[in-house]
Protein backbone atom coordinates (compact mmCIF):
# COMPACT_ATOMS: atom_id res chain seq x y z
CA UNK A 1 0.00 0.00 0.00
CA UNK A 2 1.50 3.57 -0.76
CA UNK A 3 0.38 6.91 1.02
CA UNK A 4 -0.43 7.99 -2.73
CA UNK A 5 -3.10 5.80 -3.85
CA UNK A 6 -6.52 6.40 -3.98
CA UNK A 7 -9.37 4.89 -1.68
CA UNK A 8 -10.23 3.35 -5.35
CA UNK A 9 -6.83 1.62 -6.49
CA UNK A 10 -6.58 0.40 -2.50
CA UNK A 11 -9.66 -1.27 -3.05
CA UNK A 12 -8.76 -2.57 -6.18
CA UNK A 13 -8.01 -6.37 -6.98
CA UNK A 14 -7.07 -6.31 -10.55
CA UNK A 15 -6.72 -9.12 -13.36
CA UNK A 16 -4.20 -11.61 -13.44
CA UNK A 17 -3.29 -12.47 -17.30
CA UNK A 18 -1.72 -16.08 -17.87
CA UNK A 19 1.78 -16.40 -17.66
CA UNK A 20 4.15 -15.49 -20.25
CA UNK A 21 7.26 -17.14 -19.26
CA UNK A 22 10.59 -16.26 -19.98
CA UNK A 23 12.41 -18.72 -17.90
CA UNK A 24 12.65 -21.56 -20.66
CA UNK A 25 10.91 -22.69 -23.58
CA UNK A 26 7.33 -24.22 -22.72
CA UNK A 27 4.30 -25.63 -24.93
CA UNK A 28 1.70 -22.74 -24.13
CA UNK A 29 -1.90 -23.71 -24.05
CA UNK A 30 -2.39 -21.56 -21.03
CA UNK A 31 -3.53 -17.95 -22.67
CA UNK A 32 -5.96 -19.24 -25.26
CA UNK A 33 -4.02 -18.12 -28.44
CA UNK A 34 -3.76 -19.22 -31.51
CA UNK A 35 -1.27 -22.26 -32.68
CA UNK A 36 -1.68 -20.75 -36.17
CA UNK A 37 -0.22 -17.46 -37.50
CA UNK A 38 -2.36 -14.80 -39.25
CA UNK A 39 -2.88 -14.96 -42.94
CA UNK A 40 -0.20 -13.67 -45.52
CA UNK A 41 -2.52 -11.06 -46.63
CA UNK A 42 -2.92 -9.64 -42.97
CA UNK A 43 1.31 -9.82 -42.40
CA UNK A 44 1.59 -8.05 -45.86
CA UNK A 45 -0.81 -5.17 -44.82
CA UNK A 46 1.25 -4.78 -42.00
CA UNK A 47 4.66 -5.05 -43.56
CA UNK A 48 2.95 -1.95 -45.31
CA UNK A 49 1.81 0.30 -42.83
CA UNK A 50 5.45 0.31 -41.56
CA UNK A 51 5.81 3.56 -43.84
CA UNK A 52 6.72 7.46 -43.39
CA UNK A 53 3.15 7.80 -42.55
CA UNK A 54 3.86 6.40 -39.01
CA UNK A 55 4.59 10.26 -38.01
CA UNK A 56 1.32 10.80 -38.72
CA UNK A 57 -1.42 10.26 -36.02
CA UNK A 58 -3.53 7.33 -37.11
CA UNK A 59 -7.59 7.72 -38.17
CA UNK A 60 -9.78 8.14 -34.86
CA UNK A 61 -12.59 6.92 -36.35
CA UNK A 62 -10.87 3.84 -37.70
CA UNK A 63 -13.46 4.31 -40.59
CA UNK A 64 -11.82 1.40 -43.01
CA UNK A 65 -11.55 -0.99 -40.38
CA UNK A 66 -15.27 -0.09 -39.29
CA UNK A 67 -16.75 -0.32 -42.86
CA UNK A 68 -14.45 -4.11 -42.99
CA UNK A 69 -16.47 -5.22 -40.24
CA UNK A 70 -19.98 -3.90 -41.09
CA UNK A 71 -19.29 -5.41 -44.66
CA UNK A 72 -18.52 -8.95 -42.67
CA UNK A 73 -21.91 -8.34 -40.97
CA UNK A 74 -23.84 -6.80 -43.51
CA UNK A 75 -24.85 -4.27 -40.74
CA UNK A 76 -24.11 -0.34 -40.60
CA UNK A 77 -20.68 1.40 -40.07
CA UNK A 78 -22.33 3.74 -37.54
CA UNK A 79 -23.41 0.50 -35.32
CA UNK A 80 -19.49 -1.04 -35.10
CA UNK A 81 -16.94 0.18 -32.45
CA UNK A 82 -13.60 -1.00 -32.74
CA UNK A 83 -10.81 -0.57 -29.80
CA UNK A 84 -7.23 -1.23 -28.36
CA UNK A 85 -8.62 -5.52 -27.86
CA UNK A 86 -11.97 -6.33 -26.87
CA UNK A 87 -10.64 -5.95 -22.87
CA UNK A 88 -10.55 -2.39 -23.42
CA UNK A 89 -14.16 -2.31 -24.90
CA UNK A 90 -15.23 -3.95 -22.22
CA UNK A 91 -14.21 -1.80 -19.78
CA UNK A 92 -15.47 1.05 -21.59
CA UNK A 93 -18.95 -0.47 -21.63
CA UNK A 94 -18.91 -1.19 -18.07
CA UNK A 95 -18.67 2.37 -17.65
CA UNK A 96 -20.81 3.72 -20.55
CA UNK A 97 -24.00 1.47 -19.11
CA UNK A 98 -23.28 -0.04 -16.03
CA UNK A 99 -21.60 2.57 -13.95
CA UNK A 100 -23.01 3.05 -10.17
CA UNK A 101 -23.71 6.52 -11.26
CA UNK A 102 -26.63 5.40 -12.94
CA UNK A 103 -29.29 6.67 -15.67
CA UNK A 104 -30.38 9.24 -13.14
CA UNK A 105 -27.46 10.26 -12.64
CA UNK A 106 -27.63 9.96 -8.43
CA UNK A 107 -23.85 8.74 -7.55
CA UNK A 108 -24.48 4.80 -6.52
CA UNK A 109 -28.17 5.24 -6.96
CA UNK A 110 -28.79 6.91 -3.29
CA UNK A 111 -31.11 8.96 -3.06
CA UNK A 112 -29.75 12.52 -0.41
CA UNK A 113 -31.67 14.68 1.64
CA UNK A 114 -34.36 13.49 3.47
CA UNK A 115 -35.69 10.49 1.07
CA UNK A 116 -34.63 7.15 1.76
CA UNK A 117 -31.04 5.52 0.83
CA UNK A 118 -32.00 3.03 -1.98
CA UNK A 119 -28.96 0.62 -2.54
CA UNK A 120 -28.19 0.45 -6.34
CA UNK A 121 -29.06 -2.22 -8.58
CA UNK A 122 -26.57 -4.85 -8.96
CA UNK A 123 -24.58 -5.46 -12.48
CA UNK A 124 -25.31 -9.78 -13.48
CA UNK A 125 -22.86 -11.91 -14.62
CA UNK A 126 -21.74 -15.46 -14.01
CA UNK A 127 -20.05 -16.56 -10.78
CA UNK A 128 -17.67 -18.71 -13.09
CA UNK A 129 -16.78 -16.20 -15.80
CA UNK A 130 -13.95 -13.73 -17.52
CA UNK A 131 -12.16 -12.45 -14.17
CA UNK A 132 -12.31 -9.28 -15.74
CA UNK A 133 -15.79 -8.92 -15.10
CA UNK A 134 -15.43 -8.28 -11.07
CA UNK A 135 -12.27 -5.82 -11.79
CA UNK A 136 -14.32 -3.66 -14.01
CA UNK A 137 -16.92 -3.50 -11.46
CA UNK A 138 -14.81 -2.47 -9.06
CA UNK A 139 -12.88 0.02 -10.73
CA UNK A 140 -16.26 1.54 -11.79
CA UNK A 141 -17.42 1.04 -8.42
CA UNK A 142 -20.48 -1.25 -9.69
CA UNK A 143 -22.29 -3.39 -7.34
CA UNK A 144 -22.66 -7.21 -8.87
CA UNK A 145 -24.80 -10.29 -8.09
CA UNK A 146 -23.02 -13.92 -9.87
CA UNK A 147 -25.62 -16.14 -10.50
CA UNK A 148 -24.02 -19.36 -9.65
CA UNK A 149 -23.74 -22.48 -12.95
CA UNK A 150 -25.11 -25.37 -12.86
CA UNK A 151 -23.08 -28.14 -11.43
CA UNK A 152 -22.67 -28.66 -15.16
CA UNK A 153 -21.41 -25.29 -15.76
CA UNK A 154 -24.50 -24.34 -17.77
CA UNK A 155 -25.72 -20.54 -17.55
CA UNK A 156 -29.35 -20.82 -16.51
CA UNK A 157 -31.07 -17.76 -18.68
CA UNK A 158 -33.73 -17.80 -15.98
CA UNK A 159 -31.55 -16.57 -13.31
CA UNK A 160 -30.80 -13.10 -15.38
CA UNK A 161 -34.62 -11.98 -15.89
CA UNK A 162 -34.82 -10.07 -12.81
CA UNK A 163 -34.52 -6.49 -12.38
CA UNK A 164 -30.44 -5.28 -12.54
CA UNK A 165 -28.35 -2.95 -13.83
CA UNK A 166 -27.54 -4.76 -16.72
CA UNK A 167 -26.19 -8.21 -18.10
CA UNK A 168 -22.63 -9.24 -19.04
CA UNK A 169 -22.01 -13.11 -19.97
CA UNK A 170 -19.42 -14.64 -22.49
CA UNK A 171 -20.94 -17.03 -24.91
CA UNK A 172 -19.06 -19.43 -24.93
CA UNK A 173 -18.53 -18.80 -21.55
CA UNK A 174 -15.08 -19.01 -20.12
CA UNK A 175 -13.28 -20.57 -18.42
CA UNK A 176 -15.98 -23.47 -18.66
CA UNK A 177 -16.13 -23.32 -22.82
CA UNK A 178 -19.74 -23.77 -22.43
CA UNK A 179 -21.90 -22.25 -24.63
CA UNK A 180 -25.59 -20.72 -24.14
CA UNK A 181 -27.83 -21.38 -27.00
CA UNK A 182 -29.18 -18.27 -28.95
CA UNK A 183 -32.32 -18.84 -28.61
CA UNK A 184 -31.46 -18.61 -24.69
CA UNK A 185 -29.24 -15.31 -24.90
CA UNK A 186 -32.30 -13.64 -26.87
CA UNK A 187 -34.62 -14.86 -23.73
CA UNK A 188 -32.10 -12.77 -22.10
CA UNK A 189 -32.29 -9.84 -24.32
CA UNK A 190 -36.02 -9.67 -24.58
CA UNK A 191 -36.42 -9.52 -20.94
CA UNK A 192 -33.64 -6.84 -20.13
CA UNK A 193 -34.99 -4.59 -23.39
CA UNK A 194 -38.11 -4.08 -21.49
CA UNK A 195 -36.18 -2.29 -18.93
CA UNK A 196 -34.13 -0.48 -20.96
CA UNK A 197 -31.13 -2.37 -19.57
CA UNK A 198 -28.16 -3.35 -21.64
CA UNK A 199 -27.09 -7.30 -22.26
CA UNK A 200 -23.51 -7.37 -23.34
CA UNK A 201 -22.51 -10.87 -25.16
CA UNK A 202 -18.94 -11.76 -25.24
CA UNK A 203 -18.48 -13.64 -28.01
CA UNK A 204 -14.36 -13.83 -28.03
CA UNK A 205 -14.62 -17.11 -28.99
CA UNK A 206 -18.09 -17.89 -31.01
CA UNK A 207 -16.09 -18.61 -33.80
CA UNK A 208 -15.33 -22.14 -32.60
CA UNK A 209 -18.91 -23.54 -32.73
CA UNK A 210 -21.20 -21.57 -31.58
CA UNK A 211 -24.10 -18.79 -33.10
CA UNK A 212 -23.48 -15.36 -32.82
CA UNK A 213 -26.22 -13.08 -31.83
CA UNK A 214 -24.85 -10.15 -33.98
CA UNK A 215 -27.48 -10.47 -36.13
CA UNK A 216 -30.12 -10.12 -33.29
CA UNK A 217 -28.78 -6.46 -32.59
CA UNK A 218 -31.21 -5.14 -35.34
CA UNK A 219 -33.77 -6.28 -33.52
CA UNK A 220 -32.52 -5.26 -30.43
CA UNK A 221 -31.33 -1.80 -29.06
CA UNK A 222 -30.14 -3.18 -25.72
CA UNK A 223 -27.96 -5.45 -26.99
CA UNK A 224 -24.07 -5.19 -27.72
CA UNK A 225 -22.17 -8.07 -28.72
CA UNK A 226 -18.00 -8.03 -28.85
CA UNK A 227 -15.70 -10.19 -30.52
CA UNK A 228 -11.82 -10.31 -30.46
CA UNK A 229 -9.65 -10.83 -33.46
CA UNK A 230 -6.74 -12.44 -30.72
CA UNK A 231 -8.20 -15.66 -30.85
CA UNK A 232 -9.73 -17.15 -33.98
CA UNK A 233 -8.15 -14.25 -36.04
CA UNK A 234 -4.46 -14.80 -34.49
CA UNK A 235 -4.24 -11.42 -33.38
CA UNK A 236 -3.18 -11.79 -30.07
CA UNK A 237 -0.02 -9.76 -30.10
CA UNK A 238 -1.97 -6.51 -32.19
CA UNK A 239 -4.44 -5.66 -29.69
CA UNK A 240 -7.65 -5.53 -31.64
CA UNK A 241 -11.13 -5.91 -30.50
CA UNK A 242 -14.76 -4.95 -31.89
CA UNK A 243 -18.49 -4.79 -30.99
CA UNK A 244 -21.77 -4.57 -32.73
CA UNK A 245 -24.63 -2.47 -31.63
CA UNK A 246 -27.67 -0.52 -32.45
CA UNK A 247 -26.24 3.63 -33.20
CA UNK A 248 -26.66 4.95 -29.28
CA UNK A 249 -24.43 2.12 -27.48
CA UNK A 250 -21.74 2.78 -30.00
CA UNK A 251 -21.78 6.55 -29.09
CA UNK A 252 -21.63 5.71 -25.46
CA UNK A 253 -19.08 3.73 -26.14
CA UNK A 254 -17.38 6.35 -28.24
CA UNK A 255 -17.92 9.39 -25.68
CA UNK A 256 -16.22 6.87 -23.30
CA UNK A 257 -13.17 6.56 -25.50
CA UNK A 258 -12.32 9.88 -26.78
CA UNK A 259 -12.62 10.91 -22.88
CA UNK A 260 -9.66 8.71 -21.98
CA UNK A 261 -7.89 8.36 -25.64
CA UNK A 262 -8.73 9.20 -29.13
CA UNK A 263 -6.38 7.46 -31.02
CA UNK A 264 -6.77 3.92 -29.51
CA UNK A 265 -5.60 1.90 -32.65
CA UNK A 266 -2.02 2.82 -34.47
CA UNK A 267 -2.04 2.53 -37.99
CA UNK A 268 -0.46 -1.22 -38.09
CA UNK A 269 -3.01 -2.14 -36.00
CA UNK A 270 -5.64 -0.84 -38.30
CA UNK A 271 -4.04 -2.56 -41.62
CA UNK A 272 -3.81 -5.94 -39.83
CA UNK A 273 -6.83 -5.87 -38.56
CA UNK A 274 -8.99 -4.89 -42.10
CA UNK A 275 -6.92 -7.18 -43.96
CA UNK A 276 -7.78 -10.20 -41.35
CA UNK A 277 -11.47 -9.27 -41.08
CA UNK A 278 -11.69 -9.23 -45.22
CA UNK A 279 -9.69 -12.72 -45.37
CA UNK A 280 -12.52 -14.72 -43.66
CA UNK A 281 -11.96 -18.25 -45.82
CA UNK A 282 -8.14 -18.23 -44.40
CA UNK A 283 -9.11 -18.06 -40.78
CA UNK A 284 -12.47 -20.25 -41.20
CA UNK A 285 -10.01 -22.96 -41.86
CA UNK A 286 -7.44 -22.59 -39.09
CA UNK A 287 -10.58 -22.33 -36.79
CA UNK A 288 -11.51 -26.12 -38.51
CA UNK A 289 -8.59 -27.15 -37.43
CA UNK A 290 -8.26 -26.08 -34.05
CA UNK A 291 -12.06 -27.49 -33.42
CA UNK A 292 -10.57 -30.99 -34.68
CA UNK A 293 -8.12 -31.16 -32.84
CA UNK A 294 -9.85 -30.59 -29.92
CA UNK A 295 -12.33 -33.05 -30.21
CA UNK A 296 -9.89 -35.79 -30.86
CA UNK A 297 -7.95 -34.27 -28.33
CA UNK A 298 -11.01 -34.38 -25.69
CA UNK A 299 -11.90 -38.05 -26.69
CA UNK A 300 -8.76 -38.91 -25.52
CA UNK A 301 -9.02 -37.83 -22.46
CA UNK A 302 -12.12 -39.19 -21.68
CA UNK A 303 -10.35 -42.45 -22.35
CA UNK A 304 -8.45 -41.57 -19.57
CA UNK A 305 -10.69 -40.66 -17.05
CA UNK A 306 -11.04 -37.07 -17.22
CA UNK A 307 -13.98 -35.17 -17.19
CA UNK A 308 -13.90 -33.11 -20.09
CA UNK A 309 -16.65 -29.87 -19.81
CA UNK A 310 -18.54 -30.13 -23.29
CA UNK A 311 -16.57 -27.31 -25.18
CA UNK A 312 -17.55 -24.71 -27.70
CA UNK A 313 -14.23 -22.51 -27.77
CA UNK A 314 -10.51 -23.19 -28.74
CA UNK A 315 -9.78 -24.60 -25.40
CA UNK A 316 -11.10 -27.04 -22.66
CA UNK A 317 -12.01 -27.60 -18.63
CA UNK A 318 -10.80 -30.72 -17.66
CA UNK A 319 -10.25 -32.52 -14.09
CA UNK A 320 -9.15 -36.13 -13.49
CA UNK A 321 -10.66 -37.88 -10.25
CA UNK A 322 -6.96 -39.32 -9.57
CA UNK A 323 -5.20 -36.53 -9.79
CA UNK A 324 -5.49 -33.30 -8.17
CA UNK A 325 -5.98 -29.72 -10.20
CA UNK A 326 -3.32 -28.29 -8.57
CA UNK A 327 -0.68 -31.43 -9.25
CA UNK A 328 -1.51 -31.92 -12.76
CA UNK A 329 -0.47 -28.19 -13.61
CA UNK A 330 2.89 -28.46 -11.70
CA UNK A 331 3.39 -31.90 -12.82
CA UNK A 332 2.58 -30.07 -16.53
CA UNK A 333 5.00 -27.64 -16.07
CA UNK A 334 7.89 -29.39 -14.99
CA UNK A 335 7.58 -30.97 -18.65
CA UNK A 336 7.49 -27.96 -20.18
CA UNK A 337 3.43 -26.99 -21.03
CA UNK A 338 1.87 -24.53 -19.49
CA UNK A 339 -2.02 -24.50 -18.94
CA UNK A 340 -3.85 -22.61 -16.70
CA UNK A 341 -4.90 -23.29 -13.15
CA UNK A 342 -7.62 -20.63 -11.13
CA UNK A 343 -7.45 -21.86 -7.46
CA UNK A 344 -11.22 -20.65 -6.73
CA UNK A 345 -14.11 -22.04 -5.36
CA UNK A 346 -15.80 -25.01 -7.18
CA UNK A 347 -13.23 -25.00 -10.11
CA UNK A 348 -10.08 -25.90 -7.64
CA UNK A 349 -9.75 -28.98 -9.33
CA UNK A 350 -9.70 -27.96 -13.12
CA UNK A 351 -7.59 -27.15 -15.89
CA UNK A 352 -8.27 -25.39 -18.73
CA UNK A 353 -6.29 -26.20 -21.52
CA UNK A 354 -5.76 -23.89 -24.92
CA UNK A 355 -5.84 -26.26 -27.88
CA UNK A 356 -2.59 -25.78 -29.78
CA UNK A 357 -1.03 -27.61 -32.69
CA UNK A 358 -1.48 -31.30 -33.29
CA UNK A 359 1.64 -32.13 -32.50
CA UNK A 360 0.94 -29.61 -29.13
CA UNK A 361 -1.66 -31.88 -28.32
CA UNK A 362 0.02 -35.06 -28.48
CA UNK A 363 2.53 -33.86 -26.06
CA UNK A 364 0.45 -32.87 -23.58
CA UNK A 365 -1.85 -35.83 -24.07
CA UNK A 366 1.77 -37.90 -23.03
CA UNK A 367 2.52 -35.89 -20.89
CA UNK A 368 -0.86 -36.65 -18.61
CA UNK A 369 -0.24 -40.10 -19.41
CA UNK A 370 2.60 -40.21 -17.31
CA UNK A 371 0.32 -38.06 -14.43
CA UNK A 372 -2.52 -39.72 -14.71
CA UNK A 373 0.10 -43.17 -14.03
CA UNK A 374 2.24 -42.29 -11.92
Known amino acids: ?65 RRAIADRYSTKVERVFVGNGSDEILAFAFAAFFGANGQDGKQGGIVHGSAAVAAPAPLLFPDISYSFYPVYAGLWNQPFMTPPLTEDFSIQADDYLRPCAGVVFPNPNAPTGRALPLAEVLRIVDFQQKANKVVLVDEAYVDFGTESAVDAVDRYP ?47 ALAGATAAIQDSSYYEASNRRVMATRDRTAAELVKLGFYVVPSSANFYFIRHPGVS ?21 RIGEYLRVSIGTDADMDAFLQAVRELVRA
Not at 325 to 345: C, D, Q, S, T, Y
Request: proline share 8%; aromatic share 8%.
Open 1 to 65: MSVYWTDLVRKLDPYVPGEQPRDRRYIKLNTNESPYPPSPATLAAIRDAAADNLRLYPDPQCLEL
Open 222 to 268: NLLVVHTLSKSRSLAGLRVGYAIGQEDLIEGLRRVKDSFNSYTLDRL
Open 325 to 345: GEALFKGLREKGILVRHFKKP
